[in-house]
């Protein structure tokens, strides 16, 4: 049986690397590690513990619509690695809720624009 070559490889993001090097943006119900790679294609890490909700149904619903937003809004996002270390707030956000939130994200990495409040420097 022959493997298809074609397939999508899965590619392993350095959290430590994006969590301690990269920029960070604190958002409700999430914080936001962005970091620049040189490669092309733009990658997506979640962390969810075991602390937000005990149950898996309850971590993989979240995992899923961050993965679907960002599919929708961070299409055109190239050259960087976005972690999302999710905390209990997000259990009181829909999906609406939670894009409206990573659009604040969006619009500063988009426009290059730095708010003191809104971003921290991981360094």
């Not at 301690?20 to 590690?33: C, L, M, P, Q, T």
């Not at 294609?41 to 149950?55: A, F």
């Not at 500063?108 to 409040?117: G, P, T």
């Amino acid at each position: 049986m022959r493997v298809d070559s074609s397939r999508k490889k899965k590619i392993k993001i350095n959290f430590n690397d994006a969590i301690n090097g990269g920029v960070k943006y604190k958002i409700e119900g999430a914080n936001v590690f962005v970091i620049n790679k040189s490669t092309r294609k733009c990658n997506l890490g979640v962390i969810i513990s075991k602390k937000v909700s005990n149950l898996a149904v309850v971590r993989n619903k979240y995992r899923r619509t961050l993965k679907e937003i960002f599919r929708l809004d961070f299409e055109l996002l190239e050259y960087k690695d976005l972690v999302f270390i999710v905390n209990k707030k997000i259990l009181d956000l829909d999906f609406n809720r939670i894009r409206k939130e990573l659009s604040k994200v969006r619009k500063y990495m988009f426009n290059e624009k730095i708010d003191s409040v809104f971003v921290d420097n991981a360094n």
